[in-house]
Every structure is written in C-alpha cells, then in structure tokens.
Nanobody, 124 residues
C-alpha cells in the first residue's frame, strides 16, 4: 500500500514537499516514482529513484526544480518541489516497482503498485 500526502494550494514560485509512505512490501527493494495527472490530461512520469545507487531520473520540465529522495528507515519517498508553476497543477501519485530494474521507467506498466493521489494546485 502507498499513501501519498503533502498536496495543497501554493502560489507560483512557492514550494511543497510531497511524501509517500509504503507498507506491505520490502520498501528498500523497490524503485519508487512519482507521476502526475493534470486536469483533463493523462498521467505522466515525473521522477524515479532506484532502490540502490544510480542517479534519479526526471522529466525535462521539472529538472532543476524538483528533487526525489527516499528514506528507507521510514519506508518513505518524497518529492521536494520548488519554483512551482501553474502547469505543475495536478494530482500526484507515487508508484513502486519491485521487479529488477530495466525497461521503460517512464511508463505506467513498469510499476507494480500505485497509491492514491494528492492534489497540488499552483495558483495566485
């Protein structure tokens, strides 16, 4: 099970930190990702962090503004979002992959578990 939290209303240029707590599987063995779905849009990849080693990957539009990290002791993945823009408005979802790494990490079928989303609204 994945439980995301931390969404809310923020002004353009502001910051938010999303968290996702995992249970029911060995968190340290999972690659963890964030996706988002903007109003009227499809769910899209935001960022992923592997279970051990290697750099995280980000979609181009959030590079330099968002940071994904994990705390294996707390079974938690977070997404620090800075310099938020109106186009970042979306429902944000966390996802987990327990299978070995390899394949199209930016696509939904790559992941085994999904959490319910948390809404982020960027507006003045």
């Amino acid at each position: 099970q994945l439980q995301a939290s931390g969404g809310g209303l923020v002004q353009p240029g502001g910051s938010l930190r999303l968290s996702c707590v995992a249970s029911g599987f060995t968190f340290s063995s999972a690659a963890m990702a964030w996706f988002r779905r903007a109003p009227g849009g499809e769910r899209e990849f935001v960022a992923v962090i592997k279970r051990v080693g290697g750099p995280p990957y980000y979609t181009h539009s959030v590079k330099g503004r968002f940071t994904i990290g994990r705390d294996n002791a707390k079974n938690m993945v977070y997404l620090q979002m800075n310099d938020l823009k109106a186009e970042d408005t979306a429902v944000y979802y966390c996802a987990a992959r327990l299978r070995s790494w390899g394949g199209d990490y930016w696509l939904e079928p790559f992941y085994d578990y999904w959490g319910r989303g948390t809404l982020v609204t960027v507006s003045s």
